[in-house]
Nanobody, 125 residues
Framework: QVQLVESGGGSVQAGGSLRLSCTAS????????MAWFRQAPGNGREFVAA????????YYADSVKGRFTISRDNAKNMLSLQMNSLKSEDTALYYC??????????????????WGQGTQVTVSS
């Protein structure tokens, strides 16, 4: 079992930055695929970024590429998402997700076993 707790959400003006963190407990996450998803009101859960377990491969949704950076600190069992140049369309509830390391596509939310409770990001224009 892996428990995930997100933090770092908040309200910011367009063009600003936020850094989200996800702390994992229950097992080490060195070989665990980890990802960020988001869900805006009335929309489905959307892939944002992912990083594979045991490797440095990173993946981003086109909508955030060049603005967001995903990283992990295995020593601290922590996943982060640095979000720069935020836009109003980035407003959503952001979730951290994890699954045992696989070669499965990273952007399918139903392939992740563990989820945090979410942290709200609100960007005002």
């Amino acid at each position: 079992q892996v428990q995930l707790v997100e933090s770092g959400g908040g309200s910011v003006q367009a063009g600003g930055s936020l850094r989200l963190s996800c702390t994992a407990s229950g097992r080490t996450v060195t070989n665990v695929d980890m990802a960020w998803f988001r869900q805006a009101p009335g929309n489905g859960r959307e892939f944002v970024a992912a990083i594979r377990g045991g490797r440095t491969s990173r993946y981003y949704a086109d909508s955030v590429k060049g603005r967001f950076t995903i990283s992990r600190d295995n020593a601290k069992n922590m996943l982060s998402l640095q979000m720069n140049s935020l836009k109003s369309e980035d407003t959503a509830l952001y979730y951290c997700a994890a699954r045992p390391g696989t070669t499965t596509i990273v952007f399918a939310s139903d392939t992740y076993n563990y989820w945090g409770q979410g942290t709200q990001v609100t960007v005002s224009s």
